[in-house]
T-cell receptor, first 116, second 110 residues
Framework: DARVTQTPRDKVTEMGQEVTMRCQPI?????VFWYRQTMMQGLELLAY????????DSGMPKDRFSAEMPDATLATLKIQPSEPRDSAVYFC??????????????FGPGTRLTVL | GQNIDQPTEMTATEGAIVQINCTYQ??????LFWYQQHAGEAPTFLSY????GLEEKGRFSSFLSRSKGYSYLLLKELQMKDSASYLC???????????FGRGTSLIVHP
């Protein structure tokens, strides 16, 4: 049963600390998305990779957030330094898509981040 | 940019039918998704519409009118487990990256 995995599932940290979230996409999927979900803003796209190349990170605060795909089986989202306003659930999703077809996304269970 | 509008919350009775609407304004429309998200869980795919009309899948159906910028999700024979948030997402432009609406929280009561 192929599924997207994310670690950690829950993270509580103090303001100013570095946070790294990891995602393992479904084997064979070539697109990876990072989303942030809050009650106020809903589901916001932070970054998008296709074939490990970053295609869109316009939704990500560049000064403190960074997203990478060191290899096809791992995507990371890093916040440094973290702030209380970063508290949210961060979802990773993967899919099969290209510039000519739709992207059905398979979501991971999410990382619930709390920054005190 | 895109503007996607859904009702914030709806309530319905078990066994009934409910229609959740989604309106959007966008340029270069490609397609529209509906996702279901139970509290504390990840969104899961329900449907994808590209062409005008109704697509039925079991108890769930999704309708699209491209000219009106309008879609709805129809849930029949409601069950308690259908209580969840329903997210409308629109793909547009050349990137095929969906933009999500804020979601409609559906509460099904006995």
């Amino acid at each position: 049963d192929a599924r997207v995995t994310q670690t950690p599932r829950d993270k509580v940290t103090e303001m100013g600390q570095e946070v790294t979230m990891r995602c393992q996409p479904i084997l064979g999927h070539n697109t990876v998305f990072w989303y942030r979900q809050t009650m106020m803003q809903g589901l916001e796209l932070l970054a998008y990779f296709r074939n490990r190349a970053p295609l869109d990170d316009s939704g990500m605060p560049k000064d403190r957030f960074s997203a990478e795909m060191p290899d096809a089986t791992l995507a990371t989202l890093k916040i440094q330094p973290s702030e209380p306003r970063d508290s949210a659930v961060y979802f990773c999703a993967s899919g099969l898509g290209d510039s000519h077809s739709y992207n059905e996304q398979f979501f991971g269970p999410g990382t619930r981040l709390t920054v005190l | 940019g895109q503007n996607i509008d859904q009702p914030t919350e709806m309530t319905a009775t078990e066994g009934a039918i409910v229609q959740i609407n989604c309106t959007y304004q966008t340029s270069g429309f490609n397609g529209l998704f509906w996702y279901q998200q139970h509290a504390g869980e990840a969104p899961t795919f329900l449907s994808y519409n590209v062409l005008d009309g109704l697509e039925e899948k079991g108890r769930f159906s999704s309708f699209l009118s491209r000219s009106k910028g309008y879609s709805y999700l129809l849930l029949k024979e409601l069950q308690m487990k259908d209580s969840a948030s329903y997210l409308c997402a629109v793909e547009s432009g050349g990137s095929y990256i969906p933009t999500f609406g804020r979601g409609t929280s559906l509460i099904v009561h006995p």
